[in-house]
């Protein structure tokens, strides 16, 4: 989230699209209640199903799952042309001047530099123009037909109501009401939020998505202000820490990355992130990298990293892929490549797409780790359970070893929720039997794999032998070690960097902000976001002072939000260029005329004079992006392409399949259902339930009397045509897989109309399995396909075919 749950109380206008948060975050959807209270703010819904969320909503659209860029364009570009815009905002605080390189351009769905056979872009052309001075050439005037709003104009011109309705399946009167709605926003005194989560990211295009709305937002002028802003709502209570921390096999803690091997030394890894000023006046934050990358090789490596030896730099495994992110690692599974796998709060068997390769996967394994509270069914994936785990239980060699861990409630430390609060939580119950905390099963392998190294050596044994172990009892690191040593502490005397004459720590202090980590190693920090949780104040993170001044919703005392207990991102864009709040109701900070202050952390150096700093510091232009210089894998803008499998073909390019960037695997390339397959004619897509989360409260009767049994939904036209009773079963099958469920028959999903056909639409729920207490059933992993969003490869699990029947369950 830019902003916070509790800011959301703060809006005029909350669309919930490509998400249900009444249902699968129904605690913080009481900020949309306080918003309604509030402000009288307006909620809007778009989703292919009338949910939970859009049963309180004041107006609802539905929309073809997979369709949301044509939406996203349609509204911008309705926008644009009813002038409903933002304009000092857009003008100075976006790159809509900038200029952009002559051969850069898009047609039949396709961005200058497409190579067919590598499946990727050339993304030279992708770039401003820059002039001789080396800064990026710009026209204020907006007049050049260069300058990315001429280009973003013309890019959406495609997307019209008409051209809406005939893709989205969304009734033409029923979006452009939503635009009606959403262009007052445009006003400085008023805000709109977006909040979304899976429906949107879990497609093959997901982040362009989410770039599309972004790009909305900043053209209404909703980035960095109160009740604004782009809510990613997470999933798992700790999943914005897990990212945080880096654990993606891309990522270092702290958004840092983790080496390629194009990146051998640390003079290479170093040169590619400079940020070189391309605006005068202006530099990327990131200017500050190998500060945040030598600390945190000293919080790794202690005195074994130094500056003579590259800070250990040779100790970092390089990537020779973009990433070995779960599909690639399973398909390198299926491909008998991985000996052992090791399972932590991970139930892949029924998480990941395409079950049945999953299976198969898994029984090339030598050996399989589960650390888990619960018998969950992927280390149960070997055992026969009739037609819901159809194996051949004598056919599988795979050993695999339960390890019982403790489940969140039982052990402390922080949860780092949607809004980058980290909450510090206490156990809530002693664990039960042989139950022990992941952090002392994995201190017992390390100890065991550093003993083995110790006494019989090996290739490389120094990254092992030299691992900062420096813990009250090395059996046992303590959460609040591990807080402070991601917070960082100085490792000698720090000085102020303005004057060098100040200390703001000894050495063995905590450090009270990333302002003072140092690349000269005397600091060390295992995640420089994280600076200010822990300092020598105490821990920030256990502040439970609820007083908000001016009912702001900032809650400045109450835990720590990342970066530095910043509550909104970017928020010196709140401010005009003279530094006044756009909207004076709605101040969060303001230039004073000596520095920036008011009720939340201000996002800019707090004595930065408004006129000579742009709003947006991460960025070398100081300002957002409406066009992405190659940041993006599949385009600077946003371009409508289909889901993999789809009833219609890309109306811009017939032959093109899904987004031409994103990665097919070899031995899942066929598994595709033909475009527009008369087998599998109905759209399916898969979502929560609230009475569920995800696979493991079926092992508690409470929930799964609640929930009881696996469900399909469809429309009522859909069940006529098919002669499918109210409640009947049904069998359900895709190119991959099939299942036998009951049908739940409903108003809540009507046919769409797109591009000349009935399309129906088929909700699937994704909690049932052969584990646990509920009756068995299935989930939706069995029908879906293998392919991943281009940039991050989140699997594209709302949007495949399938097709549908009444039928009975062969006997179990
Ligand atoms: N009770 C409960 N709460 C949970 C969870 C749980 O299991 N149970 N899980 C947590 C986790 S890990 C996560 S990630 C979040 C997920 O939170 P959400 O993303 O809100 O949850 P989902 O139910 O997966 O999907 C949300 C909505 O997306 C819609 N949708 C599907 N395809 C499309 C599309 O193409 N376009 C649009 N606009 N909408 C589409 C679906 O119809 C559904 O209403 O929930 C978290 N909260
Ligand atoms: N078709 C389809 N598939 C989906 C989705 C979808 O919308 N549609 N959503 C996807 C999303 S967003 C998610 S997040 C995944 C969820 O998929 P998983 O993360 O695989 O599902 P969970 O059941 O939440 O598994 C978490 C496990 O962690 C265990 N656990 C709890 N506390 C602890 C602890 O402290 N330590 C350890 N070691 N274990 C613990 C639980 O018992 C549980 O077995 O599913 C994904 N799959
Ligand atoms: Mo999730």
Partial sequence: MT???????????????????????????????????????????????????????????????????????????????????????????????FLVKDEFGWSDGLFTGYDEEKRDYDKSSWDYKMGEDGFVQTDPTLQDPRCVWNLLKAH????????????????????????????????????????????????????????????????LGNIGVRGGGMNALRGHSNIQGLTDIGLMSNLIPGYLN???????????????????????????????????????????????????????????????????????MFELMAHGKVNLYFCQGFNPILSFPNRGKM?????????????????????????????????????????????????????EGALVNSGRWLQWHWPGATPPGEAKHDTWIMAQIFLRVKKLYQDEGG??????????????????????????????????????????????????????????????????GGCWIYAGSWTEAGNMMARRDNTDPDDTGAFLNWAFAWPANRRILY???????????????????????????????????????????GPFIMNPEGASRLFSRGMMRDG?????????????????????????????????????AEIGDPEFPCVATSYRLTEHFHYWTKH??????????????????????????????????SKRGQVWAKAVVTKRLRPLQVDGKTVHVIGIPLHWGFMGSAKKGFGPNSLTSQVGDANVETPEFKAFMVNIEPAEEPVA
């Fill in 700 to 733: 508690n009767p409470v929930n799964a009397a609640l929930q009881p049994e696996f469900f399909v939904e469809i429309s009522e036209e859909l069940a006529a045509e098919r002669g499918i009773a109210k409640g009947g079963r049904v069998r359900v099958w």
């Fill in 459 to 524: 290739v490389f044994p120094d990254p092992i032998l030299n691992l900062t172990w420096d813990y009250r009892d090395p059996n046992d690191p303590k959460a609040d070690e591990l807080a402070r040593e991601m917070n960082g502490r100085a490792l000698a005397t720090v000085y102020d960097a303005a004057d060098p004459t100040k200390v703001v720590a000894e050495a063995g202090q905590q450090l009270s902000s990333f302002g003072h980590y140092r690349d000269d190693g005397s600091t060390m």
């Fill in 571 to 613: 928020n010196r864009a709140s401010c005009d260029l003279q530094g006044k709040p756009w909207d004076p109701s709605r101040k969060i900070i303001e230039w004073t005329g000596e520095k920036w202050e008011g009720y939340d952390v201000p996002d800019i150096p707090v004595t930065a004079k408004p006129e000579e700093v």
């Fill in 359 to 411: 299976t198969e996967a898994f029984s090339k394994l030598k050996m399989l780790v589960v650390m888990d509270p619960l018998e969950t069914e992927t280390s149960h994936f070997w055992q026969n359970h009739g037609i819901y785990n159809d194996v051949d239980t004598a056919s599988i060699q795979t050993e695999v070893l339960e390890l019982p861990t403790t489940c969140f409630a039982e052990d």
């Fill in 258 to 328: 983790i080496p390629t091997e194009k990146e051998a030394d640390w003079a290479t890894y170093m040169s590619t992130r400079g940020f070189k000023p391309i605006v005068p006046g202006q530099t990327s934050y990131w200017q500050n990298y190998s500060k945040f990358m030598v600390s945190f090789m000293k919080a790794m490596w202690g005195d074994a990293a130094t500056a003579e030896n590259d800070w250990a730099y040779h100790y970092l495994p390089k990537l020779d892929v973009p990433a070995y992110d779960g599909m690639r």
């Fill in 156 to 219: 959406v011109d495609a997307y019209t109501p008409e051209f809406v309705e005939r893709i989205c399946g969304t009734p033409k009167d029923k979006f452009l009401h939503i635009c009606g709605m959403i262009g007052e926003c445009s006003s400085p005194t008023k805000t709109m939020t977006s909040m979304y989560a899976l429906g949107w990211t879990q497609h093959s295009k997901g982040a362009q998505n989410i770039r599309g709305m972004a790009m909305l937002q900043l053209i």
């Fill in 636 to 672: 600077p803008f946003p371009t409508h392409m289909e889901p993999f499998e789809a009833p219609i073909a890309n109306v811009f390019n017939p032959k093109m399949r899904g987004n031409p960037v994103a990665r097919v695997f070899q031995s899942t390339a066929d598994q595709f």
């Fill in 3 to 97: 902003n916070s749950w509790t800011d959301i109380k703060n809006t005029d206008l909350v669309v919930v699209m490509g998400g249900n948060a009444a249902e699968a975050h129904p605690c913080g959807f009481k900020w949309v209640t306080e918003a309604k209270h509030h402000r009288g703010a307006k909620l809007i819904v778009v989703d292919p199903r009338y949910n939970r969320t859009a049963s309180v909503s004041d107006y609802y659209a539905p929309i073809r799952p997979g369709s949301d860029i044509v939406f996203l364009m349609g509204v911008i570009r309705w926008c644009i042309e009813n002038d409903k815009v933002q304009w000092d905002y857009v003008r100075n605080y976006t790159n809509a001047s």
